[in-house]
């Protein structure tokens, strides 16, 4: 009789006779008797085939009771089980109750008594209630407070009540609408702040931002050193470099309201803004929308490719070991390389939006403010609580000045003159000095004592050399000794172009404690080598060849 039922069960377990069409196939439990490993021994989990009494073993699960009544369609009870592994009285069991395992298990009761019974619906709840943006951390502490016995193992346990409370009684919360975006529609722009990864120029930290333009559609990212704030010249200058490297432009562009650029604006200057700003769009025939004002997820399709574009930057520079770089342009060269890598994963998804955008216009629009100042006799002019020199023959003249976010373009009437680096006040309202000493120093050199103490003294240095050499020679020798030899030496640096190399000089003196510049020595030093010097021969023409250039004329008049 065992070996009857043993070779039953194999039948049944193989798949061969009862196994229903479309059935699925066996569970794992059945190998081991198709290898034959127990023989008329009782199967694992209490299935028996000859003796009648069960193993003990461990309890059935869903996919066993599944399984037992996809069988059950088509054999027996008895059969039934041993395909499924378990045994006939389970099977007469699932008979009387077809229910899962998983069904039939109680709901877990509480094993301790709640710490929070007395203090949550009395207490917690109506603090909810009365401030539902408060966070669960802060509600803790003031429970703890209130109760000092509240252990502080207990904050998990109200964290969890209170997400809980929220979602069954807590108010509506806001819904992210998803998007699809049609191809050339629309194109965003917004700043991000990258003080916080330690950038250095000539080794001076770079306090700036990023414009970030992007593509709503095809995800194209263009992206430009800001040196100064939020403000319409930033995007303007962004804005038109990104459309310019994209090769054409969107039907409509999206800002977050220029707030930062509006801030401390009175209601005209708003009023001129808004309308450069509504110019800038209708030169490139783009619609001018904006997010409203602190609902940044609005903004969403380049919000979040913000925090992706900084990380990509600070993994570069963890790459390239080392967050200095010699010059801004050497800067913004690195951050171009990563915009660029960047689109060329998403190179073919660009060319076929690039293909539907509208086209370019023939030229840039302006990009930049222009205001007029008056050189004053102190050698310059003050802007925006900057004073930025010129040299001394445009005292009294009044110039035109192009105003960008890192430079300025300065202009006599319609002549152009020369480019300044931009200047920006102090957070605090301190007022800044842009200065180029070579402005000054003839004039320096007739008035030395006037360095002492001159305003803008510290900036005048063109490098730190020159300003620790300067306060060493305050300390040494006298005041009008010391004025004296400084001008000497920015004279000498500025005559005999060599700021670099003197600077050089007076590094090696400065490491010296006794070091002392010879004025003598310098200028012998830095003379022009008359070996260098060019030979020029002039060879003058014979008066006989101007005698022969007459005589045809001569013949002519006769």
């Known amino acids: 009789m065992p070996t009857i039922r043993m070779r039953m069960a194999a039948v049944c377990l193989s798949g061969r006779g009862a196994k229903p069409r479309g059935a699925t196939d ?12 127990f023989g ?9 085939f000859g003796r009648g009494d069960a193993v003990p073993g461990s309890h059935i699960n869903d996919h066993q009771v599944r399984y037992y009544m996809k069988m059950r369609q088509t054999v027996s009870p008895r059969s039934a089980a041993a395909c499924a592994a378990f045994s006939t009285a389970t099977a007469y069991r699932l008979e009387a109750d077809m229910r899962l395992p998983s069904q039939r298990k109680a709901p877990r009761g509480r094993r301790r008594p709640d710490p929070l019974a007395d203090i949550f619906d009395s207490e917690v709840v109506p603090l909810l209630e009365s401030a539902p943006g408060i966070r669960a951390v802060a509600v803790f502490e003031e429970m703890q407070r209130r109760h000092p016995e509240l252990p502080d193992g207990v904050r998990r346990t ?63 990212e263009h992206a430009h050193v800001i040196l100064g704030g939020e403000s319409y010249v ?57 997010n409203n004002r602190g609902v940044a997820h609005e903004n969403g399709a380049i919000e979040s490719a913000h925090a992706h574009l900084k990380a990509a930057v600070r993994d570069a520079l963890l790459m390239r070991g ?73 005292i009294g003249h009044r110039l035109r000045v192009r105003l960008y976010d890192d ?46 103490n001159l305003v803008y003294r510290d900036q005048l240095f063109p490098r730190e ?24 030496l920015l004279s000498l640096a500025h005559e005999r172009a060599c700021e670099a190399e003197l600077a050089g000089v007076l590094e090696s003196l400065l490491a010296t404690p006794q070091g002392m510049p010879d004025m003598a020595a310098l200028r012998a030093r830095f003379a022009p080598d008359p070996a260098a010097l060019p ?3 002039v060879e003058l023409a014979p008066l006989s060849a101007y005698e022969a250039l007459l005589a045809p004329r001569a013949e002519e008049m006769a």
């Open 158 to 220: 109200m964290e969890r009540r209170i997400r809980s409370w929220r979602a069954l009684q807590g108010p509506d919360r806001d819904v992210m609408f998803r998007q699809v975006h049609e191809p050339g529609r629309m194109g965003l722009s917004d700043f991000t702040d990258m003080a916080d990864l330690g950038v250095r120029i000539a080794g001076v930290g770079l306090d700036h931002r990023l414009y970030h333009f992007r593509l709503a559609c095809s995800g194209f």
């Open 40 to 48: 008329d021994r009782d199967l694992p989990g209490g299935a028996f």
């Open 26 to 37: 066996t569970p794992p439990q059945a190998s081991f008797l198709l290898e034959g490993r």
């Open 535 to 537: 030979e020029v021969i």
């Open 465 to 488: 050399a020159y300003r620790r050499m300067f306060d060493r020679l305050i300390d040494r020798l006298a005041d009008r000794m010391a004025c004296r030899t400084m001008v000497e």
């Open 407 to 452: 430079r300025l373009e300065l202009f006599l009437g319609g002549t152009p003159l020369f480019t300044l680096p931009r200047g920006r006040a102090d957070r605090k309202g301190k007022h800044d000095h842009v200065v180029d000493y070579r402005h000054v120093i003839h004039a320096l050199r007739r008035k030395p004592m006037a360095l002492l």
């Open 322 to 394: 080392s967050a200095d770089f010699d010059e801004l342009a050497e800067y913004r060269r690195f951050i171009d390389e990563i915009v660029a890598r960047k689109n060329a994963r998403s190179a073919k998804r660009i060319d076929a939006e690039r293909a539907v955008l509208q086209s370019l216009p023939g030229l840039r629009t302006s990009d930049y403010e222009e205001v007029l100042v008056m050189v004053t006799s102190s050698g310059g002019f003050t802007l925006r609580k900057v004073f930025y020199t010129v040299p001394s023959r445009l």
């Open 234 to 290: 930033a995007l303007a200058e962004g804005l038109q470099n990104a459309l310019w490297a994209l090769g054409g432009a969107p039907r409509e562009h999206r800002s977050d309201s220029l707030s930062a650029a509006f801030r401390n604006l009175d209601a005209s200057a708003r009023e001129d803004l808004t309308r450069r700003y509504d110019a800038l769009c209708r030169h490139y025939r783009m619609e001018p929308t904006r």
